[in-house]
């Protein structure tokens, strides 16, 4: 291809609308274009990288056996109230576009594919002979992010290769989870990128084990917790860990464990609490307030008790919420912290915000309009293992001293609701203490189970002559975000080095000067013979000073640049290394024998750095 048929477009400012440099680099480099939140178009550049990305996916899908199929896109609604999830996708703040079509009738841009999926296993595969069977698809997928950013990391279209695995016993579902791993490992090196796989929360997917492949990058969205040995690694919305010990409170309990009261004019926070009074904020116990939205219309105050040093999960918690109330009240659409506003529109009294305790009493809520008229009470490990603390005494301006839980007449459900940090023991080893990471998920894999077969009563005919639903994985993996996430793992100050597997072009031959006929001449012929050899090669035949050309050509990222200049009435061009800059001055004649072996090398991907 020549540049000048291109449509190459490079912007030599930052756009105004990029914050990272993955996608200020694919704007500036003429790979995408914004045609509203979330929603890009895929330059000609941008669209040989997807290409090659679900290249390298098909090739490592077909290798494992999966077939390759496309699914609808159009979902009807009635679909994903069999399985239970329109609601909570289309509700609160669920992501799925919907619309009505002109008979009146509900449908959803598919987000995700398990219902249309497992309907469809549900009428093909009746016999565990068929089993197991595994699809996949590399299409584009809809959401309306609460938050699109980052061009096409968190866009409201992307492109997204999803599989469904569908399996008679666990064990055959644990066999096909590993291959997927296997080949998602696969997968990333080939595409160059260095990608480590984390324990992770299960979502509004659901199911029992998930692991996620996350990009590890300073631009990352999730924070990835690790062990130094590397046996632990997790998404800190699932992470577990050690909390630091806590240092008992001076004085201990008081004989009755209520409390003394102190008086703590508007110190509302634990460290303004802590500092005039000399306490750590691990001898103090918080008190946070949400409401929790299930679908069909319980709003339920939740009282959560924690220690004043560790922070809410929420991820966990509205785990622990959708485990009490999913069954019977459908999905949790919302958890928010209770407000006075929220108090409010209740026509409850206001509460004294900053001085609240465990044993705030549920008569606050009598008379609520909508809420449940008690709290559902949790509390932490780390909070629950406090023999004694500082909590709030529920009127202003008070906290109270030396309580225990027993003398607050408290003893509220104990779970794991705490955020693991950097810092903390681990469990396998509380030698080693976790470390942080940023990282860009790149591809989630999950052990469904029996969740949407049995939902959608999608069922096979068992060997032993009976009728059982399926058993399912699902793995997808974020075509667009992965060729963005590359961008972001290989770049430089002047542009894109991207790696060769998934460049959009191998080779860019730049005559310096192409009104020089002898520069011109040579430049074609080693173009046509590059392409002739099967390598991606561009021609940038434009009337061009050579540094413009240079500059695009480090921009856009092209591994290999052949520079024919001045040395071409000698026969000689200079070769350069995109990655690391490296040159070399060599005989025209001998390019391709010292080129091409070297490309297709890098092809494999594993020679990525
Ligand atoms: P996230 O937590 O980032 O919102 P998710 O857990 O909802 O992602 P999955 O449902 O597991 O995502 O989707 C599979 C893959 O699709 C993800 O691993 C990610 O790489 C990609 N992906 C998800 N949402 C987006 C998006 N809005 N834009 C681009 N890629 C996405
Ligand atoms: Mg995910």
Known sequence: MRVSRLMLVTLRDDPAEAEIPSHKLLLRAGYIRRLAPGIYAYLPLMWRVLRKVSQVVRE?????????????????????????????????????????????????????????ITALAGDLLRSYRQLPVNLYQIQTKFRDEIRPRFGLMRGREFIMKDAYSFHADEDSLRETYAAMDGAYRRIFARCGLRAVAVEADSGAIGGSAS????????????????????????????????????????????????????????????????????????????VLLLVARFEQGLEQPVLVSLRGDQQLNEVKLANALAARFGQTHGALLALAPLSE????????????????????????????????????????????????????????????????WAGLGQNPETLDLRSAQPGDRCHHDPAQTLEARRGIEVGHIFQLGRKYSTAMEARFATEAGGEEPFWMGCYGIGVSRLAQAAVEQHHDGNGICWPLAIAPYEVIVVPANVADDQQRNLAERLYDELGNAGVDVL???????????????????????????????????????RQGGGSEELAAGSLLEQLVPRIQAQRCGLSEG
């Open 60 to 116: 490592e899908m077909e290798r494992t056996g999966a077939l390759e199929t496309l699914l609808p896109q159009l979902q009807p609604a009635e679909l994903w109230q069999r399985s239970g999830r329109w609601a909570g996708y289309t509700d609160g703040e669920g992501i799925m576009f919907h619309l009505e079509d002109r008979q009146g009738r509900q449908l959803g841009l598919g987000p995700t594919h398990e219902e249309v």
């Open 211 to 286: 692991q996620e492949f996350m990009v590890t990058a300073e631009a990352g969205e999730d924070l990835i917790l690790t062990s130094p040995d590397g046996q632990y690694a997790a998404n800190q919305e699932r992470a577990v860990s050690l909390a630091p010990a806590a240092t008992p409170l001076a004085g201990g309990a008081l004989a009755d464990g209520q409390g003394e009261p102190l008086s703590t004019p508007r110190q509302t926070s634990i460290e303004a609490l802590s500092a005039a009074h000399g306490f750590l904020p691990c001898q103090v116990v918080k």
């Open 341 to 404: 506003e929220g108090l409010i529109r209740e026509g409850l009294q206001c509460l004294p915000f900053g001085f609240l305790g465990p044993q705030l009493d549920d008569r606050v809520l009598a008379g609520a309009r909508q809420w449940q008229p008690t709290f559902l009470r949790f509390r932490d490990h780390t909070a629950a293992s406090l023999e004694t603390f500082v909590c709030g005494a529920n009127s202003p301006d008070e906290h109270l001293v030396g309580a225990t």
């Open 539 to 577: 021609l940038d035949d434009r009337p061009e000073r050579a540094g413009v050309k240079f500059k695009d050509s480090e921009l856009i990222g092209i591994p290999w640049r052949v520079v024919v200049g001045r040395g071409a009435a000698d026969g000689r061009v200079e070769l350069v290394e």
